[in-house]
């Protein structure tokens, strides 16, 4: 039976600058307890939030701040400190007042190229393996979402403990295969020469979803 969720938490669980601050909270709490050795994502340096005198300068310039901006709010993992206290006053303030946060990650200048060949196959599905075994899904496994052969977006992840993971059993096990299947799916996109696969019939498990979505509307 699936469960239900207040509407702010579920806002939350699809907001995509939280989804990215939960995934680099994550990742720093597995790098500071040593659980990973090395950089497996594009380094996230922090975060931008802008005061009301930036927002009001950009907007008289013609920047329209309410076209594609998440309004996510609550607390951030991975953040403490005054800057988290800050960051939370002034969304709350931009809430007040009937206006989306202005909010962005600042991540290191990342190399021009995805990196993704069949040299660097292996170590990328073990850098996901990993992502996944500190229960991050990024659900974005594409050439494109990579530089210098790290992810860069998470905009799209789900870490746990996630609303949707929790409403749904046999939706969170397909989630949880999810950046395995897109990696083998990505394999035969771009053509790699390469015998690296996460799973054993990539092709079959592609077509789980798409499978179960047409017996739900014979139904």
Same mark, same amino acid.
């Given at each position: 039976?699936?469960?239900?969720?207040?509407? #702010?938490?579920?806002?939350?669980?699809?907001?995509?600058?939280?989804?990215?601050?939960?995934?680099?909270?994550?990742?720093?709490?597995?790098?500071?307890?040593?659980?990973?050795?090395?950089?497996?994502?594009?380094?996230?340096?922090?975060?931008?939030?802008?005061?009301?005198?930036?927002?009001?300068?950009?907007?008289?310039?013609?920047?329209?701040?309410?076209?594609?901006?998440?309004?996510?709010?609550?607390?951030?993992?991975?953040?403490?400190?005054?800057?988290?206290?800050?960051?939370?006053?002034?969304?709350?303030?931009?809430?007040?007042?009937?206006?989306?946060?202005?909010?962005?990650?600042?991540?290191?200048?990342?190399?021009? #190229?995805?990196?993704?060949?069949?040299?660097?196959?292996?170590?990328?599905?073990?850098?996901?393996?990993?992502?996944?075994?500190?229960?991050?899904?990024?659900?974005?496994?594409?050439?494109?979402?990579?530089?210098?052969?790290?992810?860069?977006?998470?905009?799209?992840?789900?870490?746990?403990?996630?609303?949707?993971?929790?409403?749904?059993?046999?939706?969170?096990?397909?989630?949880?295969?999810?950046?395995?299947?897109?990696?083998?799916?990505?394999?035969?996109? #771009?053509?790699?020469?390469?015998?690296?696969?996460?799973?054993?019939?990539?092709?079959?498990?592609?077509?789980?979803?798409?499978?179960?979505?047409?017996?739900?509307?014979?139904?």
């Amino acid at each position: 039976m699936g469960h239900s969720f207040p509407a #702010e938490t579920v806002a939350l669980h699809t907001d995509p600058f939280y989804a990215e601050c939960r995934a680099y909270g994550r990742i720093q709490e597995a790098q500071e307890r040593g659980l990973l050795k090395r950089q497996i994502a594009i380094r996230c340096e922090g975060f931008l939030l802008l005061s009301d005198e930036d927002r009001n300068k950009l907007q008289d310039r013609g920047v329209d701040f309410e076209e594609g901006v998440g309004d996510g709010d609550g607390d951030i993992d991975g953040e403490n400190g005054e800057d988290s206290k800050e960051m939370m006053r002034q969304l709350k303030a931009a809430k007040n007042k009937n206006r989306r946060p202005v909010r962005a990650m600042v991540k290191e200048l990342a190399c021009g #190229e995805s990196g993704v060949d069949a040299k660097s196959a292996g170590r990328i599905l073990r850098d996901i393996r990993q992502l996944n075994r500190l229960k991050i899904y990024n659900r974005d496994i594409r050439k494109d979402n990579f530089r210098g052969g790290k992810l860069v977006d998470f905009g799209s992840s789900w870490t746990e403990p996630h609303c949707f993971l929790e409403a749904d059993e046999d939706e969170a096990a397909e989630t949880k295969a999810e950046d395995l299947v897109m990696f083998d799916e990505m394999v035969a996109m #771009e053509a790699l020469r390469t015998d690296v696969r996460a799973l054993p019939n990539w092709q079959y498990c592609s077509k789980l979803r798409p499978r179960k979505a047409a017996a739900g509307a014979s139904a």
